[in-house]
């Protein structure tokens, strides 16, 4: 059974990592670029204290369940690298429902093609400010987005005109005030 459930957000720091947390943030942040997250994720704390955490990379699209050994050993690497967790308020039959969600996503096609392209057409709208068609399969912040709905609708930030799911990018699942639906109504 499922202790607790979180999203985390991590800082790489090479050429992908860079693009996409200079994509994610408002030029405000610019001066602040090594703070601004470039991938999310969620992880699952079980019963036993024993944690694991699923994630969206290209070209393998959705994976996990992962220890998080593995994640922490990533940050180790590199000095610059960081990782940070959010706390999500959920209840036992929610937090058992994503972590079977999680599961079922891994046998799902369109979920399993994620392609760097994707993150080119992120940055095309971010500077041209037109909508890119964005792929059936969800880059990571879209993929924690859907995952958490219909508990967190990370679309509607608070004061903000509604998102599409393929908006939410790193940084926002990093900032975003965390409201859960049925608080919001």
């Not at 940050?75 to 999500?88: M, N, P």
């Amino acid at each position: 059974m499922i202790k607790k459930v979180q999203i985390f957000t991590t800082r790489g720091t090479g050429f992908l990592s860079n693009s996409i947390a200079f994509n994610s943030a408002p030029l405000s942040w610019m001066p602040q670029l090594k703070n601004v997250a470039s991938h999310a994720g969620l992880m699952f704390t079980k019963e036993d204290g024993t944690k694991f955490y699923y994630e969206t990379h290209s070209p393998d699209g959705w994976q996990g369940p992962k220890p998080i050994k593995w994640l922490e050993d990533w940050v180790a690497k590199d000095d610059k690298r960081w990782v940070r967790y959010r706390e999500l308020n959920l209840t036992q039959q929610e937090m058992n429902k994503v972590w079977v969600r999680a599961a079922e996503k891994l046998m799902d096609p369109a979920w399993m093609d994620y392609r760097e392209l994707q993150i080119a057409g992120m940055l095309l709208r971010r500077i041209f400010k037109f909508r890119v068609k964005m792929s059936p399969s969800p880059v990571c912040s879209e993929a924690v987005a859907k995952m958490l709905y219909p508990y967190y609708d990370l679309r509607i930030w608070p004061g903000k005109r509604p998102c599409g799911f393929d908006e939410i990018t790193p940084w926002w699942i990093q900032v975003i005030p965390l409201q859960r639906v049925d608080d919001l109504l």
